[in-house]
């Protein structure tokens, strides 16, 4: 019985000393993402000028296409807040015209109206946009 403490202890001896084969620490560098794509600002698109013509006698001798009628509206929602802002509704006729690919509008009429659903009084535009030809 003596002699398995004796054994166990030189096998234990044995296998400290014997040499190690160890595999060499490689180091993976991380896998290089690809780059995420930039998402690029969405540039302002400045709508293209639009001429206003107050009277039609401007537009004899120029070439047009008319592109259909636009308004443009400014609301006073209730008694106590601004009035109704004629060069707002002016400037939004004007940017619907624009969207239309417009580059002219002949005003037919502002006025102020009241009795507008949502409204205490409302400033109205309405006009032709055109299309005016350089030539």
């Given at each position: 019985?003596?002699?398995?403490?004796?054994?166990?202890l030189?096998?234990?001896?044995?296998?400290?000393?014997a040499?190690?084969?160890?595999?060499?620490?490689?180091?993976?560098?991380?896998?290089?993402?690809?780059?995420?794509?930039?998402?690029?600002?969405?540039?302002?698109?400045?709508?293209?000028?639009v001429?206003?013509?107050?009277?039609?006698?401007?537009?004899?001798?120029?070439?047009?296409?008319?592109?259909?009628?636009?308004?443009?509206?400014?609301?006073?929602?209730?008694?106590?807040?601004n009035?109704?802002?004629?060069?707002?509704?002016?400037?939004?006729?004007?940017?619907?015209?624009?969207?239309?690919?417009?580059?002219?509008?002949?005003?037919?009429?502002?006025q102020?109206?009241?009795?507008?659903?949502?409204?205490?009084?409302?400033?109205?535009?309405?006009?032709?946009?055109?299309?005016?030809?350089?030539?």
């Open positions: 019985m003596r002699a398995l403490p004796l054994c166990l030189a096998l234990l001896l044995a296998g400290c000393s040499p190690h084969k160890t595999q060499p620490i490689i180091t993976e560098s991380p896998t290089p993402e690809p780059p995420k794509p930039v998402k690029a600002k969405p540039v302002a698109v400045r709508a293209a000028p001429k206003l013509y107050k009277n039609a006698e401007a537009l004899v001798g120029k070439p047009f296409r008319d592109l259909g009628e636009v308004s443009g509206e400014s609301c006073q929602a209730t008694a106590d807040d009035a109704p802002n004629m060069a707002s509704a002016r400037k939004r006729m004007l940017a619907h015209a624009s969207s239309m690919k417009a580059n002219a509008v002949l005003l037919h009429q502002c102020i109206v009241s009795g507008v659903a949502g409204c205490y009084q409302q400033a109205q535009c309405q006009g032709s946009a055109l299309n005016v030809s350089s030539k």
